[in-house]
């Protein structure tokens, strides 16, 4: 009986993952294939890759009229928003005002309020701070329609030389919060409500030297898709959100400390282009949502086949060196 079950929710999360990348309405460009694959498989990696996300996101520009699932304005709607004043978040702000939102943001410092915002302070490392935020929050607005679960940290470091409170914090920070955040404010959630988890790539693609990271959002997909079983019955959407590298301060920050390469594969994203796929995100029933089609069918391979990931590496690892290079010359220049 048991293994019956098992095989119904493997076959369930393969069906509606498939089902988004068909909502997406990709088409692969097969014919990049002609470049050839003698040049260490970059130029075709690149250009498939590259060819896919390009035409996605042009794809999701042109058809986005960001407008909710009635089909009206998101006039009203009041949304929660973590990470508020990085790069991201400053961005998804800004656009969720042009569309009608109201947003309470969090952050460790008031930030001063402007039309349609208010700014709640709230230490995410800190379960008690954010009970309080909760609260605070629900007096405001005892009903909500979306929270978007934005902040994040990484503190890139090799296992045998963590520190202790870096281990603490970004645990915190990218799987603890999240997850408290949510079950403090769920009641307060309208039915027909969404909430948004920014995940990213790690949880996918195990990083060497950001464990805790990779292990904080493995975790953090992993509650994402049970609370979408829970929250089914309220008609409460929940969806996660993979974005590529992005060119914010925090990847800076994470560089500088040692971080990946493997974020500069591609060149970085700008947030803004970041923020109109999370608030598109809001607006449509997708559970999982990645940069490419490419991304979410290669690091898919990856989990289930070591040997794949092993053969990788070394490629990826080319291109990640040879992107960095490009990135460091363009922004020297700005």
Known sequence: MDQTRAIRFSTYHFMTDTMDMIRQGVDIPFHRREKPLRNAGSDAYQALRQGIAVREVSSSLENSNLKDRTGTPATGRIAVVTGATGGIGQ????????????????????????????????????MDSIR????????????????????????????????????????????????????????????????????????????????VYTAAKFGLRGFARALEQELRPRRIQVSSIYPASVNTPMLRREMDAGGSIYNFIDQPQEPDVTAQRILECCERNSREIFSSVFDKLFTHACLASQGLLNLSLPVMKILGRMGYRTYKRRTSRM
Do not use: K, W
């Open 91 to 126: 961005a998804l702000v800004r656009r969720m005002l042009g569309s009608g939102y109201r947003v309470v943001i969090l952050s460790r410092q008031v930030q001063a309020d402007m039309p349609g915002v208010t700014s709640i302070a709230c230490d995410l490392t800190d």
């Open 132 to 211: 309080t935020a909760a609260e605070t929050i629900l007096t405001h607005a005892p009903q909500l329609d979306v929270i978007v679960h934005c902040a994040g940290i990484i503190t890139p470091r090799a296992v045998g030389e963590m520190d202790t409170q870096e281990i603490a914090d970004q645990i915190a920070v990218d799987l603890a919060a999240p997850i408290e955040l949510t079950n403090t404010l769920l009641p307060a959630m309208r039915r027909g409500g969404h909430i948004v988890f920014v995940n990213s790539m790690a949880a996918v693609f195990p990083l060497a030297g950001s464990s």
